[in-house]
């Protein structure tokens, strides 16, 4: 029997078993049951021969009556090859949908794929992203939805979901702000210059060690050029400090500092998030090398009467008159008292008096900031004797010159070079008379060091020779 419908042609196979067994025709297609099979099913259409084929030019489905433990009304139809099942509970529902199916493959309707839960789901995420557009004002299509979520949600730590992530991100991203490593760097460096000191006040910071600290940093930014801040990744660093692997452990480890130093100053400016700047941080290229221990060298108590007794000697062409003073008084401080080089370079003449038996170190003075007393024994107070009425600074000129001219004065007697000679004299020196906790004081380094790298470099009888190195006249005397 055949049905006419609104369609080219319908065509009813000619025996109920034409269409062979039913569960091989659909085998391979995903069963899909819509709304209509919610409702209790009729007894097959015996006026009917099964399958039915419905054709519209060129496209083609057929219906097939309900089966055996499955009492419902079958369509299948193929879109972009791949076979499509729909169900149903009236043989005239089943038959109309195939109409209207064929009608829409032929005239290319990609929807006609979808199942009916499949186009229900389509619809509720075109509202959401109306909703979306009218809470926001953003325009997001599906596809750049979808899109956009999968490539999220292939980026997210495992056991994460992409809420929990995106809810840390807003707690965090929000605050930090947009910077490039350059500019950030020399932020840094101006940051740190702060106001000019005034007369006769302390720089901030030494000169030397800001001018390292550039240079080192501005290398840093220069490895990663237009990179922002919140960019930087561990490797990064590790990265940046192979550079440098003909270097010393000590030099790396400068640089390492110089690097640790600004990423902090970077996280108190919100250019990092506080979690990443912990990671970056505590990275293995961020920890520091072990350094070989080096000889520490100093001057014997015959080198340095030698190196005293040349600042007194008039017939010295090495230096002129002007230095000699600078020269005499300097190194008796750092031989006797345990200053730095730097630290008495920045005393005034007055400063030698203010505070009787000792010379003041103050905390604008000293390295470390911190005020402390060097005491005035014997040899100190006899080599600073003829200073007692002189005024003004001890050496009005930078750090380089003064190198040079006590370079120029140990040269012209024969004394050969020992880096830090004369402060690392004092210390050895002095270990071994007053012991750590005394030496610590005077010469503001703390005990371990002191014990690390002092201990049992000297003698007792050598200790004694050192102190009671005096001028001349005093010998004499």
């Given at each position: ?27 391979d297609s ?17 006026r009917?021969a ?93 596809i ?12 997210l730590?495992?056991g ?15 605050v930090?702000?947009s ?6 760097v ?121 190196i ?20 005499c ?15 008495a ?12 038996g000792?010379?003041e ?20 107070l ?29 040269e ?12 690392h ?53």
């Open positions: 029997m055949v049905e006419h419908a609104a369609v080219n042609r319908v065509v009813v196979g000619s025996s109920p078993t034409s269409g062979a067994n039913l569960i091989e025709e659909i085998k995903a069963v899909t049951c819509t709304e209509f099979a919610q409702r209790k099913p009729r007894n097959p259409d015996k009917v099964f399958p039915v084929t419905v054709e519209y030019y060129d496209q083609r489905a057929k219906i097939y009556r309900p089966a055996k433990g499955f009492a419902f009304y079958r369509i299948a139809f193929k879109v972009d090859g791949q076979r499509r099942m729909l169900t149903f509970g009236t043989y005239s529902e089943a038959k109309a949908a195939a109409e209207a199916k064929v009608k829409e493959l032929h005239k290319g309707q990609k929807s006609a794929s979808l199942t009916a839960k499949q186009a229900q789901d389509a619809l509720d995420i075109l509202r959401k992203l109306d909703t979306h557009r009218q809470e926001t004002g953003q325009r997001i299509s599906p750049e939805a979808i899109t956009d979520y999968l490539a999220a949600v292939k980026l730590p495992k994460s979901t992409l809420i929990e992530s995106v809810t840390v991100c807003a707690r965090t991203v929000g930090v702000k910077k490039t490593i350059a500019e950030a020399t932020d840094f460096v101006a940051a740190r210059q702060g106001r000019e000191p005034k007369q006769g006040e302390r720089a901030r910071f030494s000169p030397v060690y800001a001018r390292n600290i550039e240079a080192w940093l501005t290398k840093f930014s220069e490895t990663f050029p237009g990179h922002l801040v919140s960019d930087l990744k561990p490797e990064f660093i590790g990265k940046h400090l192979t550079k440098y692997s003909e270097l010393s452990e000590k030099a790396r480890n400068d640089r390492r500092g110089a690097i640790g130093m600004w990423l902090r100053w970077c996280g108190r400016q919100d250019f990092i998030e506080p979690h990443q700047l912990a990671k970056l941080l505590d990275c293995d290229a961020m920890r520091m090398e072990v350094l070989q221990s080096g000889k520490i060298a100093f001057y014997t108590a015959a080198e340095l009467k030698t005293l007794d040349a600042t007194q000697d008039n017939e010295n062409k090495s230096c002129n008159e002007s230095s000699r003073d600078a020269l008084a300097v190194t008796a401080i750092e031989a006797f008292g345990g200053a730095r080089l730097q630290e370079l920045r005393l005034r003449w007055e400063d030698l008096q203010r505070t009787p000792h010379v170190i103050s905390g604008a003075h000293a390295k470390t900031r911190r005020r402390r007393l060097l005491e005035v024994g014997p040899a100190l006899a080599w600073l004797a003829p200073f007692k009425d002189k005024t003004g600074p001890i050496w009005d000129g930078p750090l380089n010159s003064f190198i040079t001219e006590w370079a120029r004065l140990r012209s007697v024969s004394v050969r070079s020992k880096r830090n000679g004369v402060r004299g004092f210390v050895s020196y002095s270990y071994i008379l007053r012991g750590e906790i005394e030496t610590s004081a005077l010469a503001g380094t703390s005990p371990q060091i002191l014990h690390q790298n002092y201990r049992g470099l000297a003698t007792k009888a050598e200790a004694e020779k050192w102190f009671n190195v005096l001028p001349a006249k005093s010998a004499t005397n």
